[in-house]
């Protein structure tokens, strides 16, 4: 079993900045993919930005220029997503959704999200 802890949500105004966290724990052998993706009242949970199996990170149009992903720990364990020039449409929960390897074979995770509010 693989846990997905996020942290960092909150209420920010027009313009500021978060920085969210996601720890993932448990036995797996390692990550596979890792990302945020975010869901607002009525809508679709659509992607955020995420890092791919090689490596390389893919970001919603709407977020380029903004946010940033980035990863440390242990098997990259660590995930964060940092998030300036905040706008009120960023309002969302936030998820933190990871596909690893464990002894069975390839599983895919969410985490519980965290709720970021952008108002002035």
């Known amino acids: 079993q693989v846990q997905l802890v996020e942290s960092g949500g909150g209420l920010v105004q027009p313009g500021g900045s978060l920085k969210l966290s996601c720890a993932a724990s448990?036995?797996?052998?390692?990550?596979?993919?890792m990302g945020w993706y975010r869901q607002a009242p009525g809508k679709e949970r659509d992607l955020v930005a995420a890092f791919t199996s090689n490596g390389s990170t893919n970001y919603a149009d709407s977020v380029k220029g903004r946010f940033t992903i980035s990863r440390d720990g242990a098997k990259n364990r660590i995930l964060y997503l940092q998030m300036n020039s905040l706008k009120p449409e960023d309002t969302a929960v936030y998820y933190c959704n990871a596909g690893v390897w464990l002894v069975t074979g390839p599983s895919n995770y969410w985490g519980q999200g965290t709720q970021v509010t952008v108002s002035s």
């Open positions: 448990g036995d797996f052998f390692r990550i596979n993919t």
